[in-house]
Nanobody
Framework: VHLVESGGGLVQAGGSLRLSCAASERTFSYTMAWFRQAPGKERELVAAISWSGGRPFYPDSVKGRLTISRDNAKKTVYLQINSLKPEDTAVYYC??????????????????WGQGTQVTVSS
């Protein structure tokens, strides 16, 4: 599936941002996820959501500030980031994999990736 992210940019600390990821496939029965990669760091999962949207996953490090959602009719997944911090600065990637009973949390489990969108948070 072809994925295209948008919505990144430069924001001040404390602000909010909503990222979007649009999929090109005719069907959208995928588990979707957002990862991010900061300079010099490994890519990390920040949110994931099943096809039904009923069981979003967040690592403890971002719980409460990030919200993942999806609109299956628009074949789009969103990531709302609130109370932005300088340490949120990273390239944010959208990823997809066929939906399954288990929510995958590792990069290797996802087989489709977007090109990434840069988020920069100034202090």
């Amino acid at each position: 599936v072809h994925l295209v992210e948008s919505g990144g940019g430069l924001v001040q600390a404390g602000g909010s941002l909503r990222l979007s990821c649009a999929a090109s496939e005719r069907t959208f029965s995928y588990t979707m996820a957002w990862f991010r990669q900061a300079p010099g760091k490994e890519r990390e999962l920040v949110a994931a959501i099943s096809w039904s949207g009923g069981r979003p996953f967040y690592p403890d490090s971002v719980k409460g500030r990030l919200t993942i959602s999806r609109d299956n009719a628009k074949k789009t997944v969103y990531l709302q980031i609130n109370s932005l911090k300088p340490e949120d600065t990273a390239v944010y990637y959208c990823a997809a994999r066929p939906d399954s009973a288990v929510m995958p949390t590792t990069q290797l489990a996802y087989d489709s990736w977007g090109q990434g969108t840069q988020v920069t948070v100034s202090s």
